[in-house]
């Protein structure tokens, strides 16, 4: 691989090489860099590693940046025919989403070839546990007080309903560009940043002088998992909705909005936490939503 120097320019990363063409090598060096920079998890940055050679051996030594989107389309179909599991193809095929986005963010190629494929469907367990933004705002306009504040934050942010009530004013920070991040704590003692919005800052800004916890219960300390489930519930009653919503809900209702608007699967599983990519790929059957069907077809009765 021929080798290339990486600098941060606002923030971002661009790769250059002098008056030289941006060489394949050095794109790949720097997407594996960059993966291993978003995710904690080995297991992620091994499957993204696995998911690249496959994906080589598929091109057998053709450029990979030569790829066109006929040629990311058969690798789908290649994929769907070789008897992997539709929750590995998904892997890798968002793999190499993420590399070819990432080459056309650095000019390495006009657009991402992968764009257009669509990410095989995962199984899922029950009914999925989904809100849209019409009913979360239904619940924030049916709420005042620490219980719009409550969805505000869980929203904006998917915080684990731990995270955001063990989360105080001292464990926030302000970035150089004037952001505010708050460290969690998560699962398995691992520390990650999550980015306060001002919307967030805004619900939250009644508790902020006396500091302590972001949000209290009446007496300063700190809220019980009980009373934040039973103030979502009588938010979701309140708001017309048939449905017995939880703080995980709220959860869902980020990863899969944020999916669903183009957000970078590895930038989703780094806010969220999760230890595996693999836990966060079940967002993108949900984020997909309801494609077009025979039933659009057919028209109304």
């Known amino acids: 691989m021929v080798g290339g120097d990486l600098v941060t320019v606002n923030g971002r990363a661009v790769a250059t090489l002098g008056e030289e063409p941006l060489s394949e090598g050095a794109v790949v060096r720097m997407w594996l860099a960059r993966v291993a920079s978003r995710s904690q998890s ?60 990432f080459a056309a963010d650095l000019g390495a190629v006009p657009f991402s070839s992968f764009g257009i494929v669509r990410t095989p469907k995962v199984a899922q367990e029950g009914a999925p546990r989904m809100l849209s933004q019409a009913e979360v705002r239904a619940m924030m306009q049916a709420s005042d007080g620490k219980c719009r504040a409550l969805i505000v934050l869980l929203a904006r942010t998917g915080l684990r309903i731990s ?23 998560g699962k398995g003692q ?3 940043e999550v980015k306060l919005v001002p919307q967030v800052l805004d619900a939250l800004a009644e508790w902020k002088a006396a500091g302590g916890y972001l949000l209290p219960n009446r007496d300063g300390g700190r809220m019980s998992k ?10 979701a009653k309140r708001a017309g909705l048939a449905k017995s919503v939880s703080a995980h809900w709220l959860r869902h209702y980020l990863a899969t909005t944020a999916l669903a608007n183009g957000a970078d699967l590895l930038q989703v599983q780094k806010d969220l936490g999760h230890a595996a990519l693999a836990t966060t790929q079940r ?15 057919v028209g109304d009765l």
């Open 42 to 101: 080995a297991e992620t940055q091994t499957a993204y590693l696995r998911a690249l050679r496959r994906f080589s051996a598929f091109r057998d030594g053709q450029p990979l940046l030569a790829t066109t989107r006929a040629d990311a389309l058969r690798y789908a179909e290649h994929l769907a025919a070789s008897g992997l599991a539709p929750a590995s193809a998904a892997q890798a095929l968002s793999a190499m989403r993420s590399l070819f986005s």
């Open 226 to 235: 009980q009373s934040a489930d039973q103030m979502l519930a009588r938010a």
């Open 283 to 297: 967002y993108l059957h949900a984020a997909d939503g309801l494609q077009k069907t025979s039933a659009d077809a």
């Open 190 to 192: 691992k520390v990650r």
């Open 163 to 185: 995270e955001a009530l063990d989360a105080k004013w001292e464990h926030t920070y302000c970035d150089p560009h004037g952001n505010t991040g708050l460290r969690v704590v």
